[in-house]
């Protein structure tokens, strides 16, 4: 049996509240609730991350995201969406197994906060462009 969670839930080892599944992905809701109707879209194959993902997986699974992101929307009431995937433990990936979450928002005082900090200015952009594309 693996020690992955995300493989044990989605090999029905571990009981989930599953909102959507087939032969690539499934869904379920985050234990966590970051906001009402927090959801996870889990790969059924284990990748760590999606930088190890199947092309063809990872385009399944947005559009599945997508497909659900607007149920949760229009059926919770939600404001707005987040969803998104971390990748690696500096970016806060405590789970390695590719997952995206959905993250409902219902307004700025949700509870739930992501942080983009301003650092115009601070770094060349040709630069890091040129870093990237070398």
Known sequence: M?????????????NSTVLYEDDICMAILD????????????????????????????AHMIVVAKTLANQIKENLNAQGINILTNAKEAAGQTVSHLHFHIIPR?????????????????????????????
């Open 2 to 14: 693996s020690d992955c969670i995300f493989c044990m839930i989605k090999d029905h080892q571990i």
């Open 31 to 58: 234990l966590s609730q970051a906001t009402r109707g927090h959801a996870l879209v889990i790969s059924k194959v284990h990748y760590d991350s999606v930088l190890e993902a199947d092309d063809e997986a990872l």
């Open 106 to 134: 219902y307004d700025q005082y949700d509870g739930f906060e992501p942080k983009f900090t301003d650092h115009q200015g601070k770094w060349d952009l040709e630069e890091i462009k040129n870093e990237i594309l070398k």
